[in-house]
């Protein structure tokens, strides 16, 4: 901005004192006193004068005075008047009671004419007469100021103005005053004595102090406000110096015409007078202070420091100096004051030339502060004139019009300051999240190698545990990642959701699955007490899930150990739900601060829990976009509570009363909920159409029938489709016949599909009844907690058909091939004949056809059966009749009978049922673990027991021998082996159990008494 010239300034100014005097020259011309006789010779004749109520007039004019005389109206006589001499009043400074002194006491008196009128109420405004007075009126004593009298230690002084009015009758008035002073440098009548009728006199009073007030409201007025400005803003020290200055001015006017303080508070003489000066030289003082404080921000300026030390001795001196000295001192400090105006404007014509235009505003103000000082020494000396206010008044204006242009340019400035900040910080999100997207990638990469080294390799304790925490410290940052491009989207105004009716307690239940990978082996404990009629909320299920995830993540976080509880409640036309944990707790500077983005608590005790911020300001920002709001309530030490509101959905149904409230626990020893009892609720099997051959077979799992209609219309014309609207029906389903897929929901009541697939791992592997999941986000964590459960596959909701199609295809097209690959291999496996066996056969042949030709046929018969029956093509079946299995038994131990002869010794007690079907070769790979690995590790042999009970459930086959035995550790391992690929052992009849009855062998084994192998058939199989 250019600098005003010196032109434009000068006739700025020229202006302004054009304006001001022009104001004022108006204002005393119309309180001008009209012209009106003069006292002359001690006489002042009004008989022709006419009064009025609004103007008053003067006794100017020729007084008579006795000097060193204090005489009533009986004691004038020929002596008193032989010495009596005519002084003009109002007196002069060389005017005095006496002339060689201005002190002493003396006598006035005036002898008035009055007008023939009915008006006979008067009287008389006296301003100022030093330094003590009594006033008589046609002989009487109407009143006074201080006490006069004849030696200074009798008298009393004081300064204030008189009015008094009084009744005559008579046309003639005297008016004698008797005067003292020993204090004043002038002394006698030195104002106007006023005269005219009551009402005029009121008028006049009433006018000037209503004046003198209304300043000093408008003063206080700026000064509250100045003051306020200083309280709640940035305690600026240039409202202290305006405010100053206001203070200053406001005592100047209570000290002026009226001198209402001096009414106000009990102030006597000395002081009265002592503090007339004070104001006046502390206005130019904190004016020069406020100007260098504004314009020079704050930097030492020499002399405005030498002045303010020379103004400050001068106030103290003038304080605390004798009384005499006072006006001497008084005098020379307001001639002094003018040093702070002109370097006042010094320094403002300064800032006005070097661009600070809006200084013209101060330099005004300051002119209009001296223009009114000026006239204020003209009034003094010179000119007797009314009292004018608005000079100080426009000064204080210009002031504040000043600090408002000020806070104007400040606020302008600050405008374009946000506007900045705004496009600066929508460059840091840009740059944030193009950064998150550039990192994502070597970040998963970083990630999947080491979890690939991690589960391929084999490393110390320490190293495994080193993986462990790069994979760790990798997926924290990928959520922070997620969070930077998270917040950086809710900030865009098109964000978009997609809202529909929400389970609650479904969400939540999924969620808790999916932290359960995260607690980091925290005993922590998740409890949902929600109820399963919980109304349904009006939600973007994706969000949701964010929100219910982030609020419980920060939970974990913060929480060492103890509980999480998930509870919900209703309010009005809103659900409330609440995350409680036991946690660290926040004090109350962190909750002001705890949903402000980049904003986490930073103490010692929670150093390297991570993050940056930015999980729980998303979830504000969430739960607004829902139409719902957060707040959070916490102790330290005790933990905190997460409270948040969506809107209900409505045509909500209630199918129970809400006080059937379902508590799910998760714990970190179990984090499979517990089943209760499946055979309580047993769906209905739906196929779509008849079973044929070439139509694999499918399990739907979801709470919402809707869904499960889509996607039966999508996969019933390639798939035979079963439904199942939760977990536990899906379950029992899985126990009714062989499935080839199971597709499932992960947000599900009770049961959510990560729990579903845990619990069908535990009876399936992966290759064998493949689980495809469908989830409503394609966030890591989803995905991670998915695969961790044993999924196979994810789809994204909502599921395109041809993508759901084709990831169906290939997983059921690779559990067929798997199945039939399995089939060949077990076959394969049952019709291998150990080399040993095979030779050892055919030599007891060999050797019978020498001694006993009938025994050797009858062997060759039960070896011939035997190869059949390993050989049959039934063995690529997954159960074979019962019957078959003990034939092949009863050809075995036939052919071992007749090579270990007495050694071997079979009992056996079957219940037979014609009708049971078992997995091929189950019995007789126990029977033969039972000789071999058993009895013939005895010299002397032993017995072998073939047993089948037939249960009201289910028949039970035991095979019991005396042989050896084991250790329990040993059986545990044979168990828990994997399949062997050398042949058909207890680890592979075991696993085939498992996967055809959900339950494998039973061993119980002593050492050196033997052991008992069992399984169990169910009478009822898919």
């Known amino acids: 901005m250019n600098p005003l010239t010196n032109r434009k300034i000068f006739l700025i100014i020229s202006l302004l004192l054009l304006t001001l005097n022009s104001i004022r020259i108006i204002w005393i011309t119309y309180h001008k006193t009209p012209d009106h006789p003069h006292a002359k010779d001690g006489v002042i004749d009004f008989q022709n004068w006419k009064f009025t109520n609004y103007h008053l007039i003067t006794l100017d004019g020729e007084w008579e005075f006795y000097p060193n005389q204090f005489l009533t109206p009986s004691s004038f006589d020929k002596r008193a008047k032989a010495v009596n001499h005519f002084i003009t009043v109002p007196e002069k400074s060389q005017n005095s009671v006496d002339k060689r002194s201005p002190y002493g006491y003396g006598t006035y008196r005036l002898q008035v004419l009055l007008p023939k009128s009915k008006e006979k109420l008067y009287g008389v405004q006296i301003q100022r007469i030093a330094s003590a007075f009594d006033i008589y009126i046609s002989g009487k004593l109407i009143g006074g100021s201080g006490k006069p009298a004849k030696y200074p230690n009798q008298y009393k002084p004081e300064s204030l103005p008189f009015s008094t009015f009084f009744q005559t009758e008579a046309n003639t008035m005297e008016i004698i005053i008797h005067v003292a002073n020993y204090d004043y440098h002038s002394g006698g009548i030195i104002k106007p004595i006023k005269f005219g009728t009551a009402q005029a006199i009121n008028h006049e009073t009433n006018s000037l102090k209503n004046l003198e007030v209304m300043t000093f409201i408008i003063l206080l007025l700026h000064c509250v406000y100045a003051f306020i400005l200083y309280i709640i803003g940035n305690r600026k020290t240039e409202l202290v110096y305006f405010s100053l200055v206001l203070i200053s001015s406001m005592f100047a006017t209570l000290l002026d015409d009226s001198k209402l303080l001096l009414h106000w508070l009990p102030i006597n003489y000395e002081w009265s007078i002592k503090l007339n000066y004070i104001p006046y030289i502390y206005i130019n003082l904190f004016a020069l202070l406020f100007i260098k404080q504004v314009l020079f921000n704050s930097k030492q300026v020499l002399l405005s420091r030498w002045i303010l030390i020379l103004f400050c001795v001068l106030s103290i001196v003038l304080l605390v100096s004798p009384f005499p000295y006072t006006f001497y001192i008084g005098r020379i400090t307001l001639k002094l004051s003018y040093i702070p105006y002109i370097y006042t404007i010094v320094l403002i014509w300064k800032s006005i030339r070097n661009g600070k235009r809006d200084a013209i505003y101060l330099l005004l103000s300051v002119i209009s502060m001296v223009n009114s000082t000026v006239w204020g020494a003209i009034k003094g000396k010179w000119l007797e004139l009314t009292y004018y206010p608005f000079d100080i008044i426009i000064a204080v204006i210009l002031f504040a019009c000043y600090l408002f242009r000020l806070h104007l340019h400040i606020a302008k400035q600050n405008e374009r300051q946000a506007i900045e900040l705004k496009r600066v910080d929508k460059i840091k999100d840009e740059f944030l999240a193009n950064a998150a997207h550039e990192l994502r990638n070597p970040l998963h990469g970083i990630i999947n190698i080491a979890e690939t080294i991690l589960t391929s390799g084999s490393f110390s304790i320490k190293d495994k545990e080193h993986l462990q925490l790069l994979v760790m410290i990798g997926r924290r940052m990928s959520y922070t990642l997620n969070d930077i491009l998270d917040i950086t989207r809710l900030k865009e105004p098109n964000v978009q959701l997609q809202k529909q009716r929400v389970h609650v307690q479904t969400i939540t239940n999924g969620v808790v699955d999916m932290l359960q990978f995260m607690t980091q082996r925290k005993p922590i404990t998740f409890k949902v007490v929600i109820p399963e009629s919980f109304p349904y909320v009006f939600a973007d299920e994706n969000r949701l899930i964010q929100i219910l995830f982030n609020l419980l993540h920060n939970a974990v976080k913060y929480s060492d150990e103890g509980t999480i509880t998930v509870t919900a409640s209703r309010k009005n036309h809103m659900a409330i739900i609440h995350i409680t944990d036991t946690g660290r707790g926040m004090d109350n500077r962190t909750l002001q601060k705890i949903f402000l983005p980049y904003e986490q608590e930073n103490t010692d005790t929670n150093s390297g829990i991570g993050g940056i911020g930015l999980g729980l300001s998303i979830c504000k920002q969430l739960i607004e976009l829902h139409g719902g709001s957060i707040h959070v309530e916490s102790t330290p030490g005790k933990g905190s509570i997460f409270s948040f509101t969506l809107p209900i959905a409505k045509n909500t149904d209630h199918k129970k009363g809400e006080s059937e409230v379902a508590t799910t626990i998760h714990s970190p020893s179990d984090t499979l909920k517990p089943l209760g009892d499946l055979k309580s609720e047993t769906p209905e099997f739906s196929p779509l159409e008849e079973e044929g051959d070439n139509k694999q077979r499918i399990i739907l799992v979801d709470d919402d029938p809707i869904n499960l209609q889509i996607l039966t219309k999508m996969l019933s014309s390639e798939f035979y489709i079963s439904t199942a609207n939760s977990g536990k029906e899906a379950l029992t389903l899985l126990h009714q016949r062989e499935w080839d897929l199971i597709i499932s929901d992960v947000m599900m009541p009770n049961m959510s599909g990560y729990e579903l697939t845990r619990h069908i791992r535990k009876q399936y592997s992966i290759s064998e009844l493949p689980i495809l999941l469908l989830t409503a986000r394609n966030e890591s964590e989803d995905i991670h907690t998915a695969f961790l459960s044993g999924a196979n596959d994810y789809v994204i909701k909502p599921a395109e058909s041809l993508e759901l199609k084709s990831r169906v295809r290939a997983l059921t097209n690779l559990r067929t091939s798997i199945k039939k690959h399995l089939q060949i291999e077990a076959a394969w496996l049952q019709a291998q004949i150990q080399p040993h066996f095979l030779f050892n056969t055919l030599n007891t042949i060999a050797s019978l056809s020498e001694i006993d030709t009938k025994r050797m046929i009858h062997l060759l018969n039960e ?51 014609n009708s049971l079907m078992i997995p091929p070769m189950a019995i007789q790979t126990l029977v033969e673990n039972a ?38 550790w040993k059986a545990d391992k044979i168990l828990n082996n994997h399949l062997s690929t050398s042949g058909v052992g207890l680890a592979n009849t075991n696993h085939r159990l498992i996967k055809a009855y959900g339950q494998g062998l039973d061993i119980t084994s002593i050492p050196d008494k033997g052991t008992t192998v069992s399984f169990c058939v169910p009478k009822t199989q898919p």
């Open 931 to 968: 000789i071999h690995h058993g009895i013939l590790k005895r010299t002397q042999g032993g017995n072998v027991r073939i047993q089948l009970i037939n249960h009201d459930a289910f028949f039970k086959v035991t095979i019991a021998d005396d042989g050896i035995g084991m250790e329990k």
């Open 863 to 913: 070896f011939g059966n035997y190869l059949q029956r390993s050989f049959d093509g039934k063995n690529t079946e997954t159960t074979i009749p019962l019957a078959d299995e003990l034939d092949l038994i009863r050809s075995y131990l036939y052919i071992e009978k007749e090579r270990f002869g007495d050694r071997i010794n079979v009992d056996w007690d079957l219940e037979e049922n």
